[in-house]
């Protein structure tokens, strides 16, 4: 199946990549935002960010009935402020901070997935918990957008699970800021508050994981996954009202999720035809990158075009760079991203257990691929008082 131009990924500020970069500008730090028409935020002298991990726009709209402050801050924002964007793809957490942080597509900044295989090697590293990976600034070593709003006299504070701080993921894509620790959310706003009145300019960035968690638990469908909503919801009203007048509050995400039962999903161990001519399978169950061995790169994705069908696309790995999937891609990256990459559109995965752990393969919500319910991510931006 082809990839549609309306299926292809935004890399300009109608995308991820643009966050941050506008709330800079906003603060009347540089205009670091890819060019393209936009609507530019409008000024404040200080400004918070949060990103929930896993937040959907889809999933936020079809069960906003848990979000009543997000659902009428977006039905009140601007109409010039566009209140969807695109993630990137692959459409998960280690690529899609790479896009926030650094404000380039996946393409430049080389966070090329969950499991990537390092160029030259016979192994796959995670690029979320970069456990024995490469050296995180070797790897990602373009400045990021906190980087460059501290040289431009921003002072930048980020907010999150102490485990983050000075992570491999965290310096790699979000490195320039102070890292404040925080146990639980409401710990975290109290620090996002503490950090904005601790300066009279200032860029704050708070992160927050349980949408997500939750949702790889017991299913984006779940009643667990609008209790995590509701009390995001509740601690971003109260951040809100707790926040000084001239600070602005803009709330995003890094992917959307869909269900994935257990019967859906395809073991690549056991199944001998799809592993023929791969000797790894790296990305993730929605979004698989398939390292190829030498010259099998097209006999694989014929395979797999054929297993696949209209469920989903399959594309080598030149094809989904000339389709624009990643953005234009720099020569040192463009190995990094499998041989074959094949994105799910039908609510399908496919698992290695030789690869990936029994918690993995039995999580209900997944994400990684270029349907909207996994790209469309919110950009909900309430401007100083």
Request: charged fraction near 20%; include cysteine.
């Amino acid at each position: 199946m082809a990839i549609s131009a309306a299926g292809t990924p935004s890399y300009d500020a109608g995308g991820l990549a643009g966050v941050l970069p506008r709330v800079v500008a906003s603060l009347g730090g540089p205009d670091l935002a890819p060019a393209a028409t936009r609507a530019p935020l409008p000024p404040a002298q200080r400004a918070v960010v949060v990103l929930a991990d896993g937040l959907g726009a889809q999933l936020l709209r079809t069960r906003s009935g848990h979000a009543p402050f997000l659902r009428v801050s977006a039905a009140s924002q601007d109409p010039a402020i566009p209140g969807v964007l695109t993630a990137g793809f692959p459409s998960t957490t280690a690529t899609s901070m790479g896009t926030f942080g650094t404000g380039l597509r996946p393409g430049a900044h080389g966070l090329a997935g969950y499991q990537v295989r390092v160029p030259g090697s016979d192994r796959l590293f995670n690029e979320l918990d970069w456990v024995d990976g490469p050296d995180p600034q070797q790897w990602q070593p373009h400045p990021t957008v906190f980087e460059r709003a501290g040289t431009a006299g921003i002072p930048v504070t980020m907010i999150g699970p102490a485990k983050f701080d000075g992570s491999g993921l965290t310096t790699a894509a979000l490195r320039g800021a102070r890292f404040s620790g925080a146990r639980d959310l409401p710990a975290a706003v109290d620090a996002a508050v503490r950090a904005v009145r601790a300066t009279p300019r200032a860029l704050v960035y708070l992160y927050w994981g349980d949408v997500d968690r939750t949702g790889h638990q017991h299913g984006c469908d779940s009643w667990q996954w609008g209790e995590a909503v509701e009390l995001l919801d509740g601690e971003l009203r109260r951040l809100r009202t707790l926040l000084p007048d001239d600070t602005s509050l803009t709330v995003t995400a890094d992917h959307g999720m869909v269900d994935v039962p257990d019967a859906a999903k395809t073991d690549i161990a056991h199944d001998p035809e799809l592993r023929a001519g791969i000797e790894l399978v790296g990305g993730e169950p929605r979004g698989l990158q398939l390292y190829c061995r030498t010259g099998a790169a097209a006999d694989v994705a014929a395979t797999w075009s054929a297993r696949v069908g209209d469920q989903g696309w399959v594309m080598t790995r030149e094809e989904a760079a000339a389709a624009g999937l990643f953005g234009p891609v720099t020569p040192e990256v463009l190995p990094r991203f499998g041989d074959v990459i094949v994105a799910v559109h039908a609510p399908i995965g496919f698992v290695d257990t030789r690869v990936m752990n029994s918690r993995i393969v039995s999580l209900i919500g997944q994400h990684g691929s270029l349907t909207d319910a996994e790209q469309h991510v919110p950009f909900i931006h309430l401007s100083a008082r």
